[in-house]
């Protein structure tokens, strides 16, 4: 079974420029996420959708991030403009959907590590 | 914010057991205790979960105290590739609705 798909895997821009990453869910998973991890710290989530609609962004700083996620199924996080801070690896994760998770685990990408100089 | 405590980091010795604890002494009813770990420059891996009773899987076991305020997960035989990131969590099974908040987690070093 293909696991949850990112890419880029490396991304190095300067301040002020844009940056978009992808995620291609497991097949079947409705619900998606996307964590920031900054060196040292421990996943932030930014944004979880269920299907295409938006369960919780209460933590993404939406003067700068968006993410999409069309047809429910494959997803986009961008940074427009892009600053020193967001510097870091940008996770995606999908799970199975609700009444139907044998144990409710989360499925990781290996992550695009975002580099802002 | 996450609704666990862990220790910040631990060591243990390549054959021993590791012992990673957690609190969770504000865990709901219909909440779950999940183990993810980390290993550098990869996303987090499930390890476990539990409810209530002791599980064990061909990774770990999770030992959940009866009160459900805290629980240990168990590497029986640590060995070199079990360096890394250890995440308690606590979330309802049901994923839809629910947020899954990492907190920092224990570095485990694990030492020949």
């Known amino acids: 079974e293909a696991g949850v798909a990112q890419s880029p895997r490396y991304k190095i821009i300067e301040k002020r420029q844009s940056v978009a990453f992808w995620c291609n869910p497991i097949?079947?998973?409705?619900?998606l996420y996307w964590y920031q991890q900054i060196l040292g710290q421990g996943p932030k989530l930014l944004i979880q959708?269920?299907?295409?609609?938006?369960?919780?962004d209460s933590q993404l700083p939406k003067d700068r991030f968006s993410a999409e996620r069309l047809k429910g199924v494959d997803s986009t996080l961008k940074i427009q403009p892009a600053k020193l801070e967001d510097s870091a690896v940008y996770l995606c994760a999908s799970s199975f959907p609700p009444g139907l998770a044998e144990t409710g685990e989360l499925f990781f990408g290996e992550g695009s590590r975002l580099t802002v100089l | 914010d996450a609704k666990t405590t862990q220790p910040t980091s631990m060591d243990c010795a390549e054959g021993r057991a590791a012992n990673l604890p957690c609190n969770h002494s504000t865990i709901s009813g219909n909440e779950y205790v999940y183990w993810y770990r980390q290993i550098h420059s990869q996303g987090p891996q499930y390890i476990i979960h539990?409810?209530?009773n002791n599980e064990t899987n061909e990774m770990a076991s999770l030992i959940i105290t009866e009160d459900r305020k805290s629980s240990t997960l168990i590497l029986p035989h640590a060995t070199l590739r079990d360096t890394a990131v250890y995440y308690c969590?606590?979330?309802?099974?049901?994923?839809?609705?629910?947020?899954?908040?990492f907190g920092a987690g224990t570095r485990l070093f694990v030492k020949a």
């Open positions: 539990g409810l209530k």
């Open positions: 969590i606590v979330r309802p099974r049901n994923t839809g609705g629910f947020k899954t908040i």
């Open positions: 959708f269920q299907n295409n609609g938006v369960v919780d």
């Open positions: 097949s079947g998973h409705a619900t």
